[in-house]
């Protein structure tokens, strides 16, 4: 591809490689590839023992005879929340900063590791009392508060597995989530904080679980003091609970495959996944590559990973990754434009944060807004930067150097998944040479491989092949909620029960570099949101007035990819237009979520299929971007995709 060799002109002359200060305090140190090549397991052991308290030690540190279904650190026991919290106020350092919280509006909080102790107990003892015990789900709804992060860490001390829903998913997306963990209590807000104003968050939480459901109790966290509709019935207030119950708990051990969370993700069906995680593996890993990759050095940083808590991210690098470690890091409630465009440097020089971990998506609008607003601000602090969730494009890389990270930080690009739970390819900022554009290279510990379309893999450098993981990882997801067929038919079948299938296209360059290439499924990634066609074109057919829908995935500027959406409307139902268009995009931020909502909506009156009945995507995607479109040879009716031009540029 030409990006390669645009990236090397570019940065021709450039300091890529790091830094000899950088590499001497540097966590994540080369001798790590070789001592993980010599010794997989041990390796990993060791990162483990070194990393995690065990209040039993485990006896085997891989069991993989029930493939592709692993066990780590088989027959040890923690507590994820005594690792996250308690160890460090133990060890003398209570009085760190864990959070330093910043409300949208400016509120703030600063919470030690002895009050964020004192916080995660009071939670623990509340859920207990309202009927939470080990192994029942408890669903998360709420906004970026440091309430979330107690209340996820009170679930891990029960051992109560969380299943953390974005705030931004709607009523219905959280019923089907909450019906599918058969969750038993749900952890809400009254509302957030959005570009200054209210949201409500309740509203959709008493919709969700209204009728038959399994939900007994709802746990609200007052935020905005809106006013919220009661049932005495169900509805607690945390203040009423949380704040009167005993700030002791003991943390329980529990065994190293006990379930930590749910998280529910999109696939190429329209049916979320739930991807689940259990403990000492996934804690590890988390601990792990948040030292090495992000370079964490608890004493003396200030760390910031901008994702919501919603997402994976914000599972392993907001809350148990930098917890682990007893890293300071700042938690931001709001949006980075409220109530002005400078918001996020103003934060990092107000707490002299050290290290930023963000996406791509924010990257670019960041550029879109201007190289003179970070410019204000003193960002001398920043000395290490982060991106994930989409490939990063070179032009945006550079811009985030350059601007953000003052010409100087390395950044590192980390591609991994809900499923894998940690990073798992990326630079090792002291060690590797870094390559604009490109996650490089799997970290120590990890093996990945590119494969043709025959399952062989190769090495040449610019062939397009699919990304695929060869060894398992302790991270690695331990299956699909209650689903075990469908987690090895999407991960363990492309290629054989050999191989776990990541659904991303990749290549090499000449260096030997991988470059992630983005989804080869019918996923989509919208500023580093998972999303699935299947999920929103049944959406859209699920409002009276469509017959059939077709959604894709086309190239944006900021967002990486926007949702475009095709529709057919049933006979008898009337084109009003833009009319039509604002209705169907309402109906699909009802039913899944603003985030869902299509860029723009045709209507049609054909879909390009082929003679299977196949809707032939790769053609909506051409008319999407204002391309030629291309070869049409298998379509059942080739007119079909004039009649499509034709209405488009008839401005229909
Ligand atoms: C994409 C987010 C390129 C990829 C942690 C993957 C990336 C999907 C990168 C997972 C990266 C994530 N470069 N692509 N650095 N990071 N992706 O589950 O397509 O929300 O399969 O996990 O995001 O998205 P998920």
Redesign the pocket.
């Known amino acids: 591809m030409s990006e390669t060799s645009q990236t090397t002109s570019q940065t021709e002359g450039r300091d890529l490689a790091p830094t000899p200060e950088f590499a001497e305090q540097a966590n994540g140190k080369a001798e790590l590839y070789d001592a993980a090549a010599a010794d997989f397991e041990g390796f990993w052991a060791e990162q483990s023992r070194e990393r995690i308290s065990w209040s039993k030690d485990f006896d085997q540190t891989l069991d993989w005879s029930g493939a592709p279904f692993a066990k780590w650190f088989v027959g040890g026991e923690l507590n994820a929340s005594y690792n996250c919290v308690d160890r460090h106020v133990d060890a003398g350092n209570g009085d760190r900063v864990a959070i330093h919280f910043e409300g949208e509006g400016g509120d703030t909080r600063t919470i030690t590791y002895a009050e964020l102790q004192r916080d995660v107990a009071k939670a623990a003892n509340a859920l207990e009392s309202l009927g939470v015990s080990k192994g029942d789900r408890v669903a998360i709804y709420l906004p970026m508060i440091p309430e979330a992060v107690a209340a996820m860490l009170a679930c891990a001390r029960i051992g109560a597995p969380h299943s953390v829903v974005f705030g931004g998913f709607s009523a219905d997306a959280l019923r089907t989530r909450i019906a599918d963990a058969e969750a038993k209590l749900v952890i809400t807000a009254d509302g957030q904080f959005r570009r200054g104003k209210t949201a409500p968050l309740k509203p959709a939480v008493d919709a969700a679980v209204d009728g038959e459901s399994t939900v007994e109790k709802v746990l609200v966290v007052q935020r905005t003091k809106d006013d919220v509709d009661w049932n005495d019935d169900r509805d607690v207030w945390w203040h009423d609970v949380v704040d009167s119950a005993s700030d002791q708990h003991e943390a329980v051990a529990h065994d190293s495959e006990h379930p930590l969370f749910i998280l529910y993700?999109s696939g190429t069906t329209g049916k979320p996944k739930g991807i689940f995680h259990t403990t000492g593996g996934y804690l590890t890993q988390a601990a792990y590559t948040n030292s090495v990759v992000h370079d964490v050095h608890p004493e003396t940083d200030v760390y910031w990973c901008t994702a919501d808590i919603g997402?994976?991210?914000g599972h392993s690098y907001i809350v148990y990754g930098p917890l682990a470690n007893g890293a300071t890091q700042v938690i931001y409630e709001g949006t980075p434009d409220t109530p002005h465009q400078g918001r996020w440097w103003e934060i990092v020089q107000k707490y002299g944060v050290t290290i930023l971990y963000t996406a791509p998506t924010a990257i670019r609008t960041f550029m879109k807004w201007g190289d003179d607003i970070p410019a204000k601000f003193d960002l001398s602090s920043l000395r290490l930067l982060g991106?994930?969730?989409?490939?990063?494009n070179p032009e945006a890389w550079l811009w985030y150097r350059k601007n953000i990270g003052g010409g100087s930080a390395p950044i590192v690009?980390?591609?991994?998944?809900?499923?894998t739970g940690g990073i798992m390819i990326s630079p090792l900022p002291g060690v590797t040479e870094l390559e604009p554009g490109s996650?490089q290279k799997p970290i120590p510990g990890i093996s990945a491989e590119i494969l043709d379309d025959e399952g062989q893999p190769f090495t040449e450098a610019e062939k397009v092949g699919y990304l695929v993981l060869t060894k398992p990882w302790p991270g690695m997801l331990r299956g699909i909620w209650g689903d075990e067929e469908r987690y090895k038919e999407t991960y363990w079948s492309r290629f054989g029960e050999k191989y776990y299938f990541?659904?991303?296209g990749a290549k090499y360059d000449e260096k030997g570099n991988i470059w992630?290439l983005?989804?080869v499924d019918d996923v989509m990634?919208v500023s580093?949101?998972?999303l699935s066609t299947a999920e929103i074109e049944s959406a859209l057919v699920s409002h009276p007035t469509v017959a059939e829908a077709a959604v894709v995935g086309a190239s944006d500027e900021t967002t990486g990819q926007a949702v475009v959406a095709f529709v057919i409307l049933r006979g008898g139902a009337e084109d009003h237009g833009d009319e039509t268009v604002q209705e169907l995009r309402n109906h699909v931020a009802k039913e899944i979520g603003p985030i869902a909502k299509p860029r723009s909506i045709m209507v049609v009156s054909e879909l390009p299929k082929t003679r299977s009945g196949k809707i032939m995507r790769r053609l909506l995607r051409d008319v999407a971007e204002n391309r030629e479109v291309g070869d049409v040879t298998t379509l059942a009716d080739s007119s079909v995709m004039n009649l499509i031009k034709e209405g488009m540029s008839a401005g229909k």
């Not at 690009?413 to 499923?419: G, K, S, V």
Request: charge should be negative; avoid cysteine; charged fraction near 20%.
């Open positions: 993700t997402w994976v991210t991106s994930v969730g989409e490939p990063i690009d980390t591609w991994w998944q809900t499923e996650a990541a659904g991303d992630l983005g989804r990634n580093g949101h998972r």
